[in-house]
């Protein structure tokens, strides 16, 4: 994978970032600004809540895998043909979602839209990591980090105002608005010629349905779903093992400092999602608040957040990723246990308490994928990255089934923490010391990680 982005500092290089940046934005808000409209969508086509939640469940799962295909395509074919592909489908699912009158070309839609939507991040990152210069990388990932908790923020607010004054269907139209971004795309990012390589169609067939029967198990707990992900996975991994040509090396796992980032990922991003997922559900359980006020209680951890990933994505590119890793996690932390300890107060006090959260994730999105991108080699990279986002919204689909299924069970259950402000809060407060516990393996399991590496001459702490 090679390229000749523009050099640092010049007018071509910052417009490839305000048009990444573009692109990543109305992505992330296509995610988010459709919770709030799902009672309206399940009132006018008479839907049950199982059913109009595959506005979202089904979104989500051909957006993950979507990622770590386009991901693998990286390593085979241009950058600007993914690119203009996915932003096509994308628009042509927004059109045909706001054109929709049944509920099935929805859902159709939907998923057109997630199979282009789902290239925005993989192929983000890799344009962040492997063609601008290592002394950019970090500034690069921070705007994106940015972006990312802008778009979290505006989502539920915007989709609130939209589906209110007008109709749901514009949450459709708002997303054309990146059709415009393809020309400059087109332009600014580098000519490349297709590398030799076969792609391995079957292994990619495998491990599409292996990785949705398992979304699938995770989302909507229809059990007979696990069975055949496992048996489909097991098939995927003798798969790779005998093609000359996988569609995921053997070798991509075989890789412990890499191995060991994604799933110190997948750990620490479960707890920040399970936090994002469960906030609201306290602020309606115990705060009595309407969507609308829940999605300004949020909005300004989401603002600080967008600062913070700047700001952090600057500082990798002085120090490196590690120190960014640690404070990120002690941000994170402080906020859970302020969570956990403020649970059932007033709207301003779960307001300030997530801005640490917000930080933390933010700081934490501009260095990982800079530190997982670096384990990686160059001819791995494409695949590499898609397989951290696959596991990026995976995270996010398991810790809102995880924490959905205990809320469930410990409705009545008294507070473990003796500070916690209210006993009626006592399920919310226990889960977020669960949330801290599950940060700990996470912050562990990175120290160890950077530990081996220093020694084997890798990844050096504080250089990474």
Known sequence: MTGNIPIAGSADHRRLIVFLATIVFFSVLNTTMFNVSLPDIAEQFRLLPSRVSWVVSGYVIIFAISSVTYGRLADTYPIKTLVTIGLILFNVGSIIGFLSQWYPILIAARMVQASGSGAIPALGMIIATAYFPVSEKGRVLGVLASTVAVGAGVGPILGGFLTGTFHWRYLFIISTVTLFTIPAFRLYLPHQTRREGRFDTPGALLMVAAIGSLLLFITTTVWWTLPVGVILMA????????TETPFVSPSLFRNEAYRNMIIMAFLSLSTVFGVLFMTPLMLRDLNALETGNIGLVMFPGAMVGAIAGIIGGRFVDRRGSA??????????????????????????????????????????????????????????????????????????????????????????????????????????????????????????????????????????????
């Open 235 to 242: 098939c995927f991994l003798v798969h790779i093992r005998l």
């Open 323 to 464: 120190p960014v890793v640690y404070t990120a996690m002690t941000l994170l932390m402080s906020g859970f246990l302020l969570l956990s300890t403020f649970a059932g107060l007033g709207p301003w006090v779960i307001s300030l308490n997530l801005i640490l959260c917000y930080m933390g994730f933010s700081l934490f999105q501009s260095s990982i994928a800079y530190m997982v991108s670096s384990t990686l080699p160059r001819e791995q990279l494409g695949v590499g990255m898609g397989v951290y986002n696959l596991f990026f919204f995976m995270s996010g689909a398991f810790s809102a089934a995880f924490i959905g299924k205990l809320l469930d069970i410990s409705r009545d259950y008294a507070p473990i923490n003796p500070l916690t402000a209210t006993v009626s809060a006592g399920p919310y407060s226990n889960l977020f010391l669960l949330l801290g516990a599950v940060l700990l393996c996470a912050a562990w399991l990175f120290y160890v990680t950077l530990r081996s590496a220093s020694r084997q001459g890798g990844l050096k702490p504080g250089q990474a």
